[in-house]
């Protein structure tokens, strides 16, 4: 029984320095979740819970290769060339400019609108007061 639990802390321990020298060697930049520093309280503290959960939260994340011989970093996005467009090449909307020109125009004529209501409504006002001082 003895043998047994001498290894499990063993293997505990061995767990324990490999994920803290991991931790410690990765770029500050590319862990994951949370900061080192919170990693490496969390791989002291919570052994081997903490550890675990460092390869599976916190490592940095590797590098594919994929069919095409290239290769791609999780996170990295889409270079701006191979950037997926919608319906066969069209731009978004707010990447369009003839759109956004237009919008720019229907503005225009929304506030034109919008004025001229405004001032037919301040005259039928106007047309109900007097109609009321009339009555009076």
Do not use: H
């Not at 080192?36 to 903490?50: K, M, Q, T, Y």
């Not at 675990?52 to 889409?78: D, E, H």
């Not at 125009?105 to 106007?126: A, C, G, N, V």
Request: proline share 6%; hydrophobic share 45%.
């Amino acid at each position: 029984m003895v043998r047994l639990y001498s290894l499990f802390v063993l293997l505990d321990m061995a767990l324990l320095v490999v994920a803290l020298i991991d931790c410690l060697s990765a770029e500050e930049f590319a862990i994951r979740a949370l900061p080192r520093v919170a990693w490496v309280f969390i791989i002291l503290l919570f052994s081997p819970v903490g550890a675990i959960a460092w390869f599976v939260a916190g490592r940095p994340a590797r590098t594919v290769r994929l069919s095409n011989g290239t290769t791609w970093r999780p996170g990295s996005g889409f270079p701006e060339s191979e950037r997926p467009r919608q319906r066969g090449g069209q731009l978004a909307p707010d990447d369009d400019p003839e759109f956004l020109r237009n919008l720019a125009t229907s503005l225009r004529e929304d506030e034109s609108m919008m004025k001229k209501w405004e001032s037919d409504l301040r005259r039928r006002e106007e047309d109900l007061r007097r109609r009321e001082r009339e009555a009076e």
